[in-house]
């Protein structure tokens, strides 16, 4: 029986692969009530960038940069000279974290004397491995009627286990902000009791689909990937238009706010 099960755990690793697959494919489909969170979220505050005041004089070496101050840490940089022993820009290699304030920049070293550079601040919001897409950073809670967007900008960090970072580039408080984020995806293993129920038929119809495709029926598997997406489209329609859990859309004609739900 080793032949036999061998082949059931090849067939059951391939299934819950599929059912990942597929999983993955509707969470990220959209704002989904399940795997949406709107959480308030305490900005981390960096150095983003340096400027440099003066650049000195008779600088025969890249001096030293060190930040003081502002009640973080762990910030680093690097100094560049030009032709005539001037400092002519400073490189940030660590963004530091925790600043409640500005740094002050000292420079020294390098033979010369008498350059000056101010930091500049940034708010950052760590996903770590909590918020997978963020849809809205707002001000106050979105639900409340009065909250103002704060613009963000996604960025890309390393880290296995890291989902990515977002910039705010018009907020460099500490003061929190709110969220509106997708969850991350949970890779479903094979004993999993709680895969969402709205992705079950079309998880299930997908996974076939894959197993078709693995045996050289490519034609038939087409045919149940049509099937799998139209289950999809059922969901989604009771999502966004039966259930009306769609942001409406606004537009201005001729002096007249209206509204659609689109």
């Known amino acids: ?144 009627g009065n909250a103002s967007d704060i613009a963000y900008k996604n960025v890309y960090v390393t880290g296995a286990s890291e989902y990515g970072e977002a910039i705010l580039p018009d907020h460099n408080s500490t003061a929190p902000v709110w969220v509106y984020y997708r969850a991350p995806f949970p890779e479903y293993a094979s004993g999993a009791s709680d895969f969402p129920y709205v992705f079950s038929e079309y998880a299930v119809i997908g996974a076939y689909g894959d197993w078709l495709q693995a045996d050289g029926q490519g034609d038939k598997a087409q045919v149940l990937y049509q099937q799998a997406e139209a289950i999809l489209q059922s969901e989604l329609d009771k999502l966004e238009r039966q259930e009306g859990q769609t942001t409406p859309l606004q537009f201005i004609t001729y002096g007249t706010t209206a509204v659609s739900s689109a």
């Open 1 to 144: 029986m080793v032949g036999v099960d061998s082949f059931l755990t090849a067939e059951t690793t391939a299934a819950v692969r599929s059912f990942n697959r597929f999983g993955k494919l509707a969470w990220d489909r959209t704002a989904w009530p399940f795997v949406s969170r709107i959480t308030q979220v305490i900005p981390d505050v960096r150095v983003r960038s340096v400027q440099v005041g003066s650049g000195g004089a008779s600088y025969t070496s890249a001096p030293s940069v060190a930040f003081s101050g502002g009640g973080g840490s762990s910030a680093a940089a690097t100094a560049t000279i030009n032709a005539d022993g001037e400092v002519n820009g400073i490189a940030v290699t660590n963004n530091g974290t925790g600043y409640t304030g500005t740094p002050t920049v000292a420079i020294s070293g390098g033979g010369g004397s008498g350059a000056t550079a101010t930091a500049s601040m940034l708010s950052y919001l760590d996903f770590g491995t909590t918020i997978s897409e963020i849809f809205r950073v707002t001000d106050h809670d979105p639900l409340d």
